[in-house]
Antibody, heavy 121, light 109 residues
């Protein structure tokens, strides 16, 4: 059974870069044939898909966030990461990493616990 | 962007009763729609994908239906653990531009 765990700072200053890492256990990113994703949740916007990455490094981003987001993968560490540049209070949210399983590559069957990130000076 | 509208925002149901939740898409998503359950303090949990397919380990009291722009999640006989938030997600686009609805809260009547 796949397990995912987000890590990174819980407090980021406005205009700085938010950085989170998702560590995968119970399975291999490079052995998968689907996209690994980041999703965030805030009271204002609800659940919002941020973007997804394939083990080869191919990425897709939410068009509304594309200019500020970078997702990368490190298969040697079985991790993938998220960076959001120039953050504002609107980026305050719980950030989840998630992955499909064998059922359907477009839905999220496995989720991390979530990481609360607050943007504040 | 495909907008998903869920209704009602809150549904008050007694244990043992049936709950029917709706999700409407702003344009056709074929059958590319999933449902998730979220309990307080937890991550979402996949219930249904492909409009009507139950995910692994999901009880048979959960069923999904619909295609195009109109979808329904039915919980046939509510158990205590079913009082939670429910979200729909569409995945009809490629390249992906996946979106979620804003959720329906199922509360105890």
């Amino acid at each position: 059974q796949l397990q995912l765990l987000e890590s990174g700072p819980g407090l980021v200053k406005p205009s700085e870069t938010l950085s989170l890492t998702c560590t995968v256990s119970g399975g291999s990113i490079s052995g998968s044939h689907y996209y690994w994703g980041w999703i965030r949740q805030s009271p204002e916007k609800g659940l919002e898909w941020i973007g997804s990455i394939y083990y080869s490094g191919t990425t897709y981003y939410n068009p509304s966030l594309k200019s500020r987001v970078t997702i990368s993968v490190d298969t040697s560490k079985n991790q993938f990461s998220l960076k959001v540049d120039s953050v504002t209070a609107a980026d305050t949210a719980v950030y989840y990493c998630a992955s499909p399983g064998e059922l359907d590559p477009n839905v999220f069957d496995f989720w991390g616990l979530g990481k609360m990130v607050t943007v504040s000076s | 962007e495909i907008v998903l509208t869920q209704s009602p925002a809150t549904l008050s149901v007694s244990p043992g009763e049936r709950a029917t939740l709706a999700c409407r898409a702003s344009q056709s998503v074929s059958r590319n729609l999933a449902w998730y359950q979220q309990r307080p303090g937890q991550a979402p949990r996949l219930l249904i994908y492909g409009s009507s397919r139950r995910a692994t380990g999901i009880p048979a009291r959960f069923s999904g239906s619909g295609s195009g722009t109109e979808f329904t999640l039915t919980i046939s006989s509510l158990q205590s653990e079913d009082f939670a938030l429910y979200y729909c997600q569409q995945y009809n686009n490629w390249p992906p531009a996946w979106t979620f609805g804003h959720g329906t809260k199922v509360e105890i009547k």
